[in-house]
């Protein structure tokens, strides 16, 4: 009964469009969209009726097709929903693949007032291919027209409206292109279609990435279709990665021997699922077997997602295979592989390390709503002298740039992408906009331009770099078409961090500079460099990378320490919550703990439990199945860390208190009128949420110690430390009323 009601909706839906066509009535839509989302949704449409019928399904986006379209995203879907339902319905084996190809892009001149500006058009041709029953040729020249199907007997059998085809080729006629096909009996059929759309200027840089350490690694595909071979050999060569293909277990095995004795092994396996006179399962085990010396990571490939019988691979990639999933996929079993990798190493932390000399001075807004985060930044820019403020959230960073009375004193925003009440996108997008109605950045700037062309338009306006979880592929596009300018993964490696800062304040510097050219003379705030505390041996803490650790918050042992003890105390349930959280079906929120959690065990180098939260985010997203079992990985990750910090001991409580006392024996007597003007100091840093506060109240700790407010000065140090401003001032203001003190004369 369903399924009828189905079929009785579908034939409405299509008359219903064709009827709204043939009056004229069809209207296209002009809004942005993304190809690759278009394809992605195909994918997601026929995957499982493409892995029932055991039919290989590929979906193709050349290179250089432009990915930020304007058109109608809806209408084009429903154009390759109909020729690839009609592909999958007559074809019982083989495979069907859709491509698309760019065939021109030309320039357009566009209207300043239209809503969405696209300086580019694109024509491109899709094509959907696939080996089923073929079409006679006598047929094809009706195919198009209203009611028809190939022969009668075709409604019968397969069942459809004819309508299809002939509101595709409408369709296609309103997006300025033309449909046509190609087939032989028994062979297939290839039904090609044209379109134009409007298309934005490709952002420098936006393609995936994986991290540096993993270009050049050796990739073997076994897989016997040779069109899907080719589909993910391009796609991991433009990850830069060294492939080789087979098409069976047996010739996997070989390749893997030859490479282990040729001391060329391979760092990771993609692995068919259903190839024909293969046993993956026990091809699986033979590979580990055979690689135990140099163990590298497996990842099946499945049209039908994770099974419960194969538990030696590292991953499940279902087909057909996203370029997004493939992405976030080999960053999750490739982390594990370094991260195990590095846990083996035995590397002291670095000391001594050559410091970007340039960025002493620099001015930087910090838009970070975790307070772990935000330490972690605030110590590798403080530590390069580089001057710091901090927002916690989009709209705070937009009050601070958009309503201060001097928008140019930041040189860059560091962005958060995902933050309450309003996230980096927005927050980015509502700067542009106000840049762009005040005329910002001014007279001056544009005729500091003008004196020097090699800076573009772009470069003086503010520059915002995004912080984003590497692994997810999609968040760094949509952080570049929100109107950043670049990003930085997270974890934040410093020397990434630095020298993506360097890139983009070089054209104002350059403004800046005068005649001479001598960088000496260009007025710099000056802020003192942040001094390293000594590095002692910390013992191993399960999970954690020290040494990476350590080298994000530029060898500050104290301080990584606090930040471990202070994760421990707000995180250590956190892992609970997403279980109830999903006991509930709330998966959204579960997504964001999960993306939480992975990005705070992430700078702080906790790899394992950062790791595992990232695969079981990735299993959410994808419904891929296995999350209950990673949500208990994670849970054992969590309590080995849990378990490992507490067992650092009171040492640093210790080592505080003596801190204090020394302090407290150095105490002065300083009058109540000579501490106002530090009480003011302060009060006036926190107001403008500068996070160079802290030394200021250590500076001052001496002079307020003893005086009847020892716990609102043990309650402040707390909030600094964590960057709750907001907090900090109200006990600043209790402070001054114990001291007698009026902060407002």
Avoid at 71 to 77: A, F, H, I
Avoid at 265 to 285: A, C, F, H, W
Avoid at 383 to 400: D, K, L, M, Q, Y
Wanted: with cysteine; net charge negative.
């Amino acid at each position: 009964m369903r399924s009828s009601a189905r079929v009785l909706l579908g034939i409405i839906d299509d008359v219903l469009d064709y009827s709204k066509i043939e009056a004229g009535k069809m209207d296209l839509e002009s809004a942005d969209f993304r190809l690759q989302d278009v394809a992605d949704s195909l994918s997601d449409m026929f995957s499982a009726r493409a892995a029932e019928r055991k039919i290989e399904m590929i979906i193709f986006v050349a290179d250089d097709v432009p990915q930020a379209l304007v058109g109608d995203s809806l209408r084009l879907g429903q154009i390759l929903i109909n020729l690839a339902g009609n592909a999958i319905k007559f074809t019982s084996k083989g495979e069907i693949v859709v491509k698309v190809e760019r065939i021109t892009t030309y320039k357009v001149r566009v209207s300043p007032n239209a809503e969405n500006l696209a300086s580019s058009v694109a024509r491109l041709r899709f094509s959907v291919r696939d080996t089923g029953i073929g079409i006679p040729h006598e047929h094809i020249p009706n195919l198009f027209t209203s009611f028809t199907q190939a022969d009668g007997s075709t409604t019968r059998q397969y069942g459809g409206t004819g309508l299809g085809l002939t509101i595709s080729k409408r369709l296609v006629e309103l997006m300025g292109g033309e449909i046509w096909v190609e087939s032989d009996i028994g062979m297939g059929s290839t039904f090609y279609f044209t379109a134009e759309f409007g298309c934005h200027p490709e952002v420098a840089g936006s393609q995936m990435e994986l991290p540096v350490e993993c270009c050049g690694m050796r990739v073997l595909v076994a897989d016997d279709n040779q069109t899907f071979q080719k589909f993910l050999k391009n796609l991991l060569e433009n990850l830069h990665f060294t492939v080789s293909l087979t098409d069976s277990g047996d010739q996997a095995l070989k390749k893997l021997s030859t490479g282990i004795r040729n001391r060329q092994p391979y760092d990771l396996v993609l692995l068919d699922r259903n190839m024909p006179g293969t046993d993956s399962i026990e091809t699986v085990k033979a590979i580990r077997d055979q690689t135990s010396e140099a163990p590298l990571s497996i990842v099946m490939m499945s049209g039908f997602g994770p099974e419960e019988d194969i538990r030696e691979v590292d991953a499940f990639l279902i087909k057909p295979v996203k370029p997004v999933a493939l992405f976030d996929t080999l960053m999750a079993v490739l982390s594990k592989k370094n991260n195990s990798m590095s846990e083996k190493r035995d590397v002291k932390p670095e000391r001594g390390r050559s410091e970007p000399e340039n960025l002493r001075g620099v001015r930087v807004l910090l838009v970070e709503d975790n307070p772990i985060n935000r330490q972690v930044a605030w110590e590798m820019l403080d530590s390069v002298g580089v001057s710091v403020t901090t927002a916690e959230n989009g709209r705070e960073a937009f009050e601070i740039i958009c309503k201060g009375t001097s928008p140019d004193i930041y040189d860059v925003v560091l962005m958060d992408v995902q933050m309450p009440e309003m996230d980096g996108y927005e927050a980015t997008k509502a700067i542009r906009n106000w840049e762009l109605k005040t005329g910002y950045p001014g007279t001056e700037a544009v005729s500091s331009r003008n004196a020097h062309p090699q800076i573009s338009d772009q470069d003086i306006h503010i520059p915002i770099i995004a912080m984003t979880a590497h692994a997810m592929g999609g968040d760094r596009e949509k952080s570049l078409a929100a109107g950043m300018n670049d990003y930085v993964p997270k974890p934040i490696d410093p020397d990434l961090l630095f020298m993506c800062i360097e890139k983009w304040i070089k054209p104002k510097v350059q403004a800046l500079l005068p005649e001479n050219g001598n960088p000496s003379e260009v007025e710099r705030p000056k802020t003192k460099k942040a001094e390293s505390l000594p590095v002692s041996e910390m013992h191993d803490i399960p999970g954690v990378d020290t040494e990476a650790g350590l080298r994000r918050l530029r060898g500050n042992e104290r301080l990584f320490i606090s930040l471990l003890k202070d994760f421990a105390n707000n995180y250590g349930e956190t892992v609970d919550d997403i279980r109830d959280a999903l006991a509930c079906g709330e998966k959204e929120n579960a997504l964001s703990l999960v993306h939480t959690l992975k990005g705070v065990a992430g700078n702080l180098s906790a790899t394992k439990l950062q790791v595992t939260a990232q695969e079981l985010e990735i299993a959410l997203k994808t419904d891929a199945g296995n999350s209950d079992e990673t949500l208990r990985e994670l849970e054992i990750a969590m309590e080995e860390l849990l378990e490992g910090v507490n067992s650092i001991g009171d040492g640093l409580g210790q080592e505080a208190e003596t801190s204090d006392e020394t302090v407290s024996e150095k105490a002065s007597s300083l009058s109540v009128s000579e501490i106002r003007p530090l009480l003011t100091e302060i009060a006036d840093l926190l107001a403008k949420h500068r996070v160079e506060v802290g030394s200021h109240l250590k500076s001052a700790k001496k002079h307020l110690m003893h005086r009847n407010a020892d716990d609102e000065l043990r309650k402040i140090e707390t909030q600094i430390d964590v960057f709750n401003f907001k907090g900090a001032k109200e006990t600043l203001e209790k402070i001054a009323d114990i001291l007698g003190i009026s902060l407002n004369e």
